[in-house]
């Protein structure tokens, strides 16, 4: 048989099956009284609370912001370290008390892409190693 010729074959069987396979139900009606609005879903148990789901986008923003800043204000030291390596000390120290291991130095001055700030990362590396 033809391959043109088995596929209509299939097309009017999946037809057919698909048209008449709910002829005759037997489902239940359910009470009216059961039907909630659209904007009490929105809400916990009718309370004004709003449902975690909707918190926990908004934090997700606030913390792609604060990553953002914090890496922004790492390449603006980092900068500034290049052009007068005389500030790296108080830099280092800074980013020390901060608690910045070097996997998030490594991140935050995007060493694995570019070796632009590769001296001041070693640097860190050497001050931490200091402590």
Same mark, same amino acid.
């Given at each position: *048989?033809?391959? +043109? ?5 299939? /097309?009017?069987? /999946? @037809?057919? $099956? ?6 005759? +139900?037997?489902? /239940? *009606?359910?009470?009216?009284?059961? $039907?909630? +609005?659209?904007?009490? /879903? =929105? %809400? ?27 890496? +922004?204000? $790492?390449? !603006? ?5 290049? =052009?007068? @390596?005389? !500030?790296?000390?108080?830099? @280092? &120290?800074?980013?020390?008390? !901060?608690? %910045? &291991?070097?996997?998030?130095?490594? !991140? ?16 860190? $590396?050497?001050?931490? %190693?200091?402590?």
């Amino acid at each position: *048989m033809r391959l +043109s010729f088995m596929l209509a074959v299939m /097309t009017a069987i /999946t @037809y057919f $099956v698909a048209c008449t396979a709910a002829a005759d +139900s037997d489902v /239940t *009606m359910d009470s009216p009284d059961l $039907v909630r +609005s659209l904007d009490a /879903t =929105k %809400y916990i148990d009718g309370a004004r609370r709003k449902l975690l789901r909707g918190h926990k986008d908004s934090e997700t923003e606030e913390r792609g912001l604060t990553d953002w800043m914090e890496k +922004s204000n $790492v390449k !603006k030291l980092a900068k500034e370290i290049l =052009k007068d @390596y005389t !500030k790296g000390d108080a830099a @280092y &120290t800074e980013w020390a008390q !901060k608690g %910045y &291991t070097l996997d998030k130095m490594k !991140k935050l001055l995007d060493i694995e892409k570019k070796d632009k700030y590769l001296s001041v990362y070693n640097d860190y $590396v050497s001050h931490l %190693y200091q402590l």
